[in-house]
């Protein structure tokens, strides 16, 4: 089963997480997008646009009535609860588009499967009109004849896969066909109360109170029905693959042969949470663990539960911590009611996959070659446990790329089963090893995918920690701190030698930091930005807790001669403390501490990490603020507004073209991260010549209330943002 994307919820106080890569072409940038629609209903769209005031209490300023989501985007089309107009509104950015005033009477929209129309379903006492809209401006393109006329509130229609101007309508009288607005033929009465049409000749109609029926049609309204199943059925019809699903009961086309199934066949894909499935059953909502099918949450557990009435949800999950109760008519945040729901656990570095040794790949010992995807299993390895993930941290290795064309090749890693999405997270030239941080949710049973774009190339994976759902044990919260440096043996004159190992201690200055309830014995891990300065021979490093033994697992690799950094989280040993240990060659090394995972109190929401299948945010490449070829000038410090203002963002943010060795730093646009000469204080991202690939997931602060990313760039560029996650607010000092 393909899994859907959905809406995003908005929250206060942020910070953004981000990968930056430096890349060269289009070519090694990211794959066009393929992501798919998630599956809308008009309660899921009713919360698009909502916004949570960081104190409990969740504001729908744009609230959709009779929401439905557009074929392939993650668009929804609705009516403006406050305007009126039918409007198309994008969930990543809020952004609404509004069309026409809509008449009196609606009680439902319909988009048609190639999303050109907007079908309004229209009461006029008792004749129901059909009006069609389109899709592109939301005008009105006319009314199809003089309606449907019906003897009760049964009416079902949908629109014809393969044929756009096609649609089926069924009611108690008769089923209808329209071509572009024109009846074109009708078939005898039906009892109607749902109805599916699986292609341009066969639909399916259930009656209220009967059995199901099978509807056979031309483009020309020739009409045949039949009865497939005799008996009552209780519940919506819904095509499951090649399945007919009806209320609890699955049914195999063509033959409509039942066949057993249990409730998490049954469960429909929660619209953002990749690892988690929801099924609205007759007393309520089931979550279910997308890795095992095991029930999460029953309907009157505390997670679906109003916690000051005690009375029962009956809604569907709509995604980023929300409920939509369906017979209220309201919101609510369920994070306080969801135990350890994007809690952190780290583990010390290990190896869960390597292609060199088939590891992780059943003993196979395979490259991955061009265009081509593999599955991981991350969940029961490294000390990641087997179920109760939501998402994983993993350093992703691309070691020793070869046979690339352009010279170029690209890794993209995301949720297992989820369309490939368009974006980048490792880059890496022929003839080089590349790794990068990942923060990504795992789906299906505790995979990931990932795909290789050109030429051929080794993959390695480690696993760093996890963020659980809510049966896991309780866990640590993010949380943001002014960058600062822990170490740099530039200042000593003493680099790290073949065999070496350096100790860092950040804790004294952390526990400085003015969190509530904390210091430094709270800690468990560390976000740490390690920058490797021209070092004598190409290598590796490897960040570990002081007092464990040497992993296997590398935290970053260089060249010789090269500046190279990249973003490590670590689990912390006793006092807080972590090694730096350097193979071969010297090396200087410089520390610079972001963030923490602490044990704060879990009474708060802050700190939970919330993953999203990724998306691209902006490529100034497309558009830029820049004139000419769009690239950032060198010394140019620019203020962006995040999409999602008041939350955490996690992202990968690619610079290409670059036009020679240089630096990119982000920083708040509400704090002090510059130096008095107006220059960063830390970067976020070295490189050492023209055109080089390199990449380094960087955390920044973007501010408390009017989020917003501050870049500079020492040396033109290009930039490319892809998103995949936040951390909830209140989780930063002030």
Same mark, same amino acid.
């Given at each position: 089963?393909?899994?859907?994307q959905?809406r995003?919820s908005t929250?206060?106080?942020c910070a953004?997480?981000?990968?930056?890569?430096t890349?060269?072409?289009?070519?090694?940038v990211?794959a066009e997008?393929?992501?798919?629609?998630?599956?809308g209903?008009?309660?899921?769209a009713?919360?698009?646009g909502?916004?949570?005031?960081g104190?409990?209490?969740?504001?729908?300023p744009?609230?959709l009535?009779?929401?439905?989501s557009?074929?392939d985007?993650?668009?929804?089309?609705?009516?403006?609860?406050?305007t009126?107009?039918?409007?198309?509104?994008?969930?990543?950015?809020t952004?609404?588009?509004?069309?026409?005033?809509?008449?009196a009477g609606?009680?439902r929209?319909?988009?048609?499967?190639?999303?050109?129309?907007?079908?309004?379903?229209?009461?006029?006492a008792?004749?129901?009109?059909?009006?069609?809209?389109? !899709?592109?401006?939301?005008?009105?393109?006319?009314?199809?004849? @003089?309606?449907?006329?019906?003897?009760?509130?049964?009416?079902?229609?949908?629109g014809v896969?393969?044929d756009?101007?096609?649609?089926?309508?069924?009611?108690?009288?008769?089923v209808s066909?329209?071509?572009?607005?024109? =009846?074109?033929g009708?078939?005898?009465p039906? +009892?109607?109360?749902?109805?599916?049409?699986?292609d341009?000749?066969?639909a399916?109609?259930k009656?209220?109170?009967?059995?199901?029926s099978?509807?056979?049609?031309g483009g $020309?309204?020739?009409?045949?029905?039949?009865?497939?199943l005799?008996?009552?059925?209780?519940?919506? =019809?819904r095509?499951?693959?090649?399945?007919?699903?009806i209320?609890?009961r699955?049914?195999? !086309?063509p033959?409509?042969?039942?066949?057993?199934?249990?409730?998490?066949d049954?469960?429909?894909?929660?619209?953002?949470?990749?690892?988690?499935?929801?099924?609205d059953?007759?007393?309520?909502?089931?979550?279910?663990?997308?890795?095992s099918?095991?029930?999460?949450v029953?309907?009157?557990a505390?997670?679906?539960? +109003?916690a000051a009435?005690?009375?029962?949800?009956?809604?569907?999950?709509?995604?980023?911590?929300v409920?939509?109760?369906?017979?209220?008519?309201k919101?609510?945040d369920?994070f306080d009611?969801?135990?350890?729901?994007g809690e952190?656990?780290?583990?010390?570095?290990?190896?869960?996959?390597?292609?060199?040794?088939?590891e992780?790949n059943?003993?196979?010992?395979?490259?991955?070659?061009?265009d081509?995807?593999?599955r991981?299993?991350?969940?029961?390895?490294?000390?990641?446990?087997e179920?109760?993930?939501?998402?994983v941290?993993? *350093?992703v290795?691309?070691?020793?790329?070869?046979?690339?064309?352009?010279?170029w090749n690209?890794?993209?890693?995301?949720?297992?089963?989820?369309?490939?999405?368009?974006?980048?997270?490792?880059?890496?030239?022929?003839?080089?090893t590349?790794?990068?941080m990942? $923060?990504?949710?795992?789906?299906?049973?505790?995979?990931?995918?990932?795909?290789?774009?050109?030429?051929?190339?080794?993959?390695?994976?480690?696993?760093?920690?996890?963020?659980?759902?809510?049966?896991?044990?309780?866990?640590s919260?993010?949380?943001s701190?002014?960058?600062?440096?822990?170490?740099?043996t530039r200042n000593?004159g003493?680099?790290?030698?073949?065999?070496?190992?350096?100790?860092?201690?950040?804790?004294?200055?952390?526990?400085?930091?003015?969190?509530?309830?904390?210091?430094?014995?709270d800690?468990?891990?560390?976000?740490?930005?390690?920058?490797?300065?021209?070092?004598t021979?190409?290598g590796?490093?490897?960040?570990?807790?002081?007092?464990?033994?040497?992993?296997?697992?590398?935290?970053? *690799?260089?060249?010789? *001669?090269?500046?190279? *950094?990249?973003l490590?989280?670590?689990?912390?040993g006793?006092?807080?403390?972590v090694?730096?240990?350097?193979?071969a060659?010297?090396? +200087?090394?410089?520390?610079d501490?972001?963030?923490?995972?602490?044990?704060?109190?879990?009474?708060?929401?802050?700190g939970?990490?919330?993953?999203?299948?990724?998306?691209?945010?902006f490529d100034?490449?497309?558009?830029s603020p820049?004139?000419?070829?769009?690239?950032f000038?060198?010394?140019e410090?620019?203020?962006?507004?995040?999409p999602?203002?008041?939350?955490?963002?996690?992202?990968?943010?690619?610079?290409t073209?670059?036009?020679?060795s240089?630096?990119?730093?982000?920083?708040?646009?509400?704090i002090?991260?510059?130096e008095?000469?107006?220059?960063?204080?830390?970067?976020?991202l070295?490189?050492?010549? @023209?055109?080089?690939?390199?990449?380094?997931?960087?955390i920044?602060?973007?501010g408390y209330?009017?989020?917003?990313?501050?870049?500079?760039t020492?040396?033109?560029?290009? !930039?490319?943002?892809d998103l995949?996650?936040?951390?909830?607010?209140?989780?930063?000092?002030?």
């Amino acid at each position: 089963m393909r899994r859907n994307q959905g809406r995003r919820s908005t929250i206060t106080r942020c910070a953004i997480v981000v990968a930056l890569t430096t890349v060269v072409s289009t070519s090694h940038v990211g794959a066009e997008g393929r992501d798919r629609p998630w599956s809308g209903s008009d309660a899921a769209a009713l919360t698009l646009g909502a916004t949570y005031d960081g104190w409990g209490a969740w504001n729908v300023p744009g609230a959709l009535r009779h929401g439905v989501s557009i074929p392939d985007t993650t668009e929804v089309v609705g009516i403006d609860v406050h305007t009126k107009r039918l409007t198309r509104l994008d969930p990543r950015t809020t952004e609404a588009t509004s069309g026409a005033v809509m008449p009196a009477g609606v009680f439902r929209l319909l988009v048609s499967p190639g999303a050109t129309w907007v079908y309004a379903f229209i009461d006029e006492a008792s004749v129901r009109r059909i009006a069609r809209y389109s !899709l592109t401006s939301l005008e009105s393109d006319g009314s199809f004849g @003089t309606g449907v006329s019906t003897t009760g509130p049964e009416l079902a229609a949908a629109g014809v896969p393969g044929d756009e101007g096609l649609l089926l309508v069924a009611s108690a009288d008769d089923v209808s066909l329209f071509r572009d607005g024109e =009846l074109v033929g009708a078939g005898q009465p039906l +009892d109607v109360f749902s109805m599916v049409v699986v292609d341009g000749t066969t639909a399916y109609a259930k009656g209220s109170g009967t059995g199901v029926s099978r509807i056979t049609f031309g483009g $020309t309204g020739v009409f045949d029905v039949a009865e497939v199943l005799s008996e009552f059925v209780d519940g919506f =019809l819904r095509l499951q693959g090649p399945d007919m699903l009806i209320g609890d009961r699955l049914f195999s !086309l063509p033959s409509f042969v039942e066949r057993p199934a249990t409730e998490f066949d049954l469960a429909r894909p929660d619209p953002i949470y990749p690892a988690r499935y929801f099924h609205d059953g007759a007393r309520g909502i089931k979550i279910y663990d997308a890795t095992s099918g095991a029930l999460l949450v029953e309907p009157v557990a505390r997670c679906l539960e +109003d916690a000051a009435t005690g009375v029962e949800y009956s809604g569907v999950i709509v995604g980023g911590g929300v409920i939509y109760d369906t017979n209220a008519g309201k919101v609510a945040d369920i994070f306080d009611r969801c135990g350890s729901y994007g809690e952190f656990t780290p583990v010390p570095p290990d190896r869960v996959f390597d292609s060199r040794t088939g590891e992780g790949n059943r003993g196979i010992v395979r490259r991955l070659a061009a265009d081509s995807t593999i599955r991981v299993k991350i969940h029961g390895r490294g000390g990641v446990p087997e179920f109760g993930v939501e998402s994983v941290v993993l *350093n992703v290795t691309a070691v020793h790329q070869a046979n690339s064309a352009s010279g170029w090749n690209y890794l993209t890693v995301w949720p297992a089963g989820y369309d490939q999405p368009t974006v980048s997270s490792v880059n890496v030239a022929n003839g080089a090893t590349v790794g990068n941080m990942v $923060t990504v949710s795992t789906a299906a049973d505790g995979h990931v995918d990932v795909y290789s774009n050109a030429g051929d190339v080794d993959l390695v994976i480690d696993v760093m920690g996890y963020f659980a759902s809510a049966i896991a044990p309780r866990g640590s919260r993010y949380v943001s701190v002014p960058k600062f440096r822990a170490a740099d043996t530039r200042n000593t004159g003493t680099p790290l030698g073949p065999g070496q190992a350096m100790t860092v201690s950040p804790g004294s200055k952390l526990g400085a930091l003015s969190f509530p309830s904390w210091d430094r014995h709270d800690v468990t891990a560390l976000v740490l930005n390690v920058t490797a300065v021209q070092s004598t021979t190409g290598g590796h490093l490897r960040v570990y807790p002081s007092g464990s033994a040497l992993p296997p697992a590398s935290s970053m *690799n260089f060249a010789a *001669n090269e500046d190279v *950094n990249r973003l490590v989280t670590v689990k912390t040993g006793p006092a807080g403390k972590v090694d730096v240990w350097n193979p071969a060659g010297f090396v +200087d090394v410089v520390v610079d501490v972001v963030g923490a995972y602490v044990d704060i109190d879990h009474a708060s929401q802050a700190g939970r990490f919330v993953g999203w299948v990724p998306f691209r945010w902006f490529d100034t490449r497309e558009a830029s603020p820049y004139p000419g070829d769009g690239r950032f000038p060198a010394g140019e410090l620019r203020t962006f507004s995040v999409p999602y203002p008041e939350e955490n963002l996690v992202a990968n943010v690619t610079a290409t073209q670059t036009a020679g060795s240089g630096y990119v730093s982000l920083g708040s646009a509400s704090i002090d991260d510059f130096e008095p000469s107006g220059l960063w204080k830390t970067s976020s991202l070295n490189f050492s010549s @023209t055109d080089e690939t390199i990449g380094n997931q960087s955390i920044v602060f973007t501010g408390y209330i009017d989020g917003g990313v501050e870049i500079y760039t020492s040396t033109r560029t290009h !930039l490319v943002v892809d998103l995949f996650g936040y951390y909830t607010a209140r989780g930063s000092p002030t």
